[in-house]
């Protein structure tokens, strides 16, 4: 069973960029892909991403893409993700989670059994 711990929520301003890291521990990400949400207040837990380990594709919403970037650190065991041009409505809880790898993309919360404890983004305007 792998843990995750994710880092580096933050106030920022709008326009500004933000790096959220998700560490693994217990043990590798080499057999999972790893998905990024965030649950906005008074919203559902929205997908916004995910990457395969092993080989290092992803697969993003389509309303995520072109902001929001996936990308790993297979040395250091960790997931990033790259936020540029904040917005306001970017304000949320983001949270790292993962699934043994299958042979299609999941998005749904529920295809992902691991979980982080998220980390909190909150962009002023």
């Known amino acids: 069973q792998v843990q995750l711990v994710e880092s580096g929520g933050d106030l920022v301003q709008a326009g500004g960029s933000l790096r959220l890291s998700c560490a693994a521990s217990?043990?590798?990400?080499?057999?999972?892909?790893v998905g990024w949400f965030r649950r906005a207040p008074e919203k559902e837990r929205e997908f916004i991403g995910v990457?395969?380990?092993?080989?290092?594709?992803?697969y993003y919403a389509d309303s995520m893409k072109g902001r929001f970037t996936i990308s790993r650190d297979s040395g250091k065991n960790t997931v990033w993700l790259q936020m540029n041009s904040l917005k306001p409505e970017d304000t949320a809880v983001y949270y790292c989670?993962?699934?043994?790898?299958?042979?299609?993309?999941?998005?749904?919360?529920?295809?992902?059994?691991?979980w982080g404890q998220g980390t909190q983004v909150t962009v002023s305007s």
């Open positions: 990457i395969r380990w092993t080989g290092g594709a992803t």
């Open positions: 989670a993962a699934k043994t790898v299958g042979f299609t993309w999941r998005t749904e919360r529920h295809e992902y059994p691991y």
């Open positions: 217990g043990r590798t990400f080499s057999t999972y892909d």
